[in-house]
């Protein structure tokens, strides 16, 4: 076979390669999927830090979720006992680990403690902040949507080793639509409102600690 020979055979075949892969593709029925729509879950820090009352330097402890809330899927319910996920809407990153850098912004920002910190190398914590997402979620009726977020706190002596606080804040905050944009924006003034109660739950026993030195 000569080289004019072997090219229109080499075209050929080419060719003949690019048809099978487009009638595999399709006959599978499968286009590709678009590129999800992404999401954060924040609240915006306000203002200056408040001055600080304390002495106390608080460590936040990377976050951690119940199983159904542990992964960048975004859950939604329509029917009890039974959670689904959105397809196309997903949120950026593990909610636990957008809800540590919420905290951390948050705490600092309440004048309670010396220093908030998440990561940082060589430094003594007083104090240490341990949470657990278990439940985020929007929840679906016939005629409207509402999320619902709940957080388990543990606020932790360090050196005497005890539990100061343990509480759960559940939320719920009604959506004005039933889509997933909605539910972000339902979720995130739903982090707001579990912060705040944070702070409020935290104040007693921050001060009682640093009276007792």
Known sequence: MNTSHR???????????????????AL???PAQP?????????????????????LVLKVSMPVAAPAF????????????????FARNE???EPARMLRTSLTQHLTNSGL??????NAAGIDESVRLDSEITELVQVFSETSSEVHLAVRFYFVDVARRTILMS???????????????????????????????????????VMALARSG
Not at 9 to 25: E, I, T
Not at 39 to 48: D, M
Request: hydrophobic share 50%.
């Open 7 to 25: 090219r229109i055979a080499l075209r050929g075949l080419v060719c003949l390669l690019a048809v099978s892969a487009f009638s595999a593709c």
């Open 28 to 30: 599978s029925g499968r």
């Open 35 to 55: 590129t999800p729509a992404t999401f954060v879950l924040e609240v915006p820090v306000q203002g200056a830090p408040a001055a600080a009352a304390t002495d």
């Open 70 to 85: 542990a992964s960048s899927r975004m859950a939604y319910v329509e029917q009890p006992y039974r959670i689904d996920y």
């Open 91 to 93: 949120w950026a990153d």
């Open 113 to 118: 403690f010396r220093f908030v910190f998440a």
């Open 167 to 205: 509480e759960t804040i559940s939320v719920t905050e009604p959506a004005t639509a039933r889509d997933p944009y909605a539910g972000v924006v339902a979720a995130n003034r739903a982090l707001q409102r579990v912060l705040d109660q944070l702070v409020t739950l935290l104040h007693d026993p």
